[in-house]
């Protein structure tokens, strides 16, 4: 899905830098067109009988009702709200009803549609795993934790994603992929040892569960 003034080899460009490593932003959203300068964004708390306004500013970053803006949907929740942590891509939704990460994933299938299928050759020398395919399983993912399934990978099953076979500089892209889709490891991913003592294979509690960042629907 491109514009009629984008080019193939710019939407594949653009494409690979919304899928390989990179958080979507609300200005990625503006700029696709997903959102509008000065569209209305609202927090509701139906549990406390709250509901917090906001709208989106001409740069891209939430601007609260007192003036004060913010980059982070996540942080602007927290100010509005005084406390509290929360994911503020699930937090704050348009006039529709749409939640900023329901609109995240559009962009991000609007990407995987645009990316090029096939894994260039320098890439292919690290992984078997296009960032196209990776989108697809990582989406796959979210749906079965939303679903009370959550997918269970060993560390190394899922570095092996990103084509790599130990933790370092990767780990930067993996949690920003994985932000990206509403999903954290559980426990952290690079917390837990990559290797057990021999006769110990690696247990339950050293494997990477997959969960929603947003509880499972009823």
Do not use: C
């Amino acid at each position: 899905m491109t514009d009629s003034t984008t080019g193939p080899a710019e939407a594949q460009s653009r494409a690979r830098y919304l899928l390989d490593g990179r958080r979507v932003t609300i200005a990625d959203l503006l700029g696709s067109g997903l959102l509008k300068e000065g569209e209305r964004l609202r927090f509701v708390r139906p549990r406390v009988g709250e509901s917090h306004e906001a709208a989106v500013t001409p740069r891209g970053w939430i601007r609260l009702s007192d003036g004060e803006e913010f980059r982070s949907p996540s942080k602007a929740a927290m100010v509005a709200v005084g406390n509290g942590t929360f994911d503020g891509w699930e937090a704050w939704q348009v006039d529709d009803g749409r939640h900023l990460t329901q609109l995240r994933q559009e962009l991000l299938d609007r990407a995987a549609e645009e990316a090029d299928p096939t894994t260039p050759e320098k890439e292919q020398e690290q992984t078997s795993v296009s960032p196209r395919e990776r989108h697809a399983r990582l989406k796959e993912a979210r749906e079965s934790a939303e679903t009370g399934r959550p997918l269970s990978l060993s560390v190394q099953e899922l570095l092996a994603w990103w084509g790599a076979t130990g933790r370092g500089a990767v780990n930067d892209q993996i949690q920003a992929e994985l932000a990206n889709h509403s999903l954290i490891t559980s426990p952290e991913f690079d917390k837990v040892s990559l290797t057990a003592a021999p006769g110990h294979p690696i247990t339950p509690p050293a494997a990477s569960p997959w969960r929603s960042a947003r509880p499972p629907r009823p």
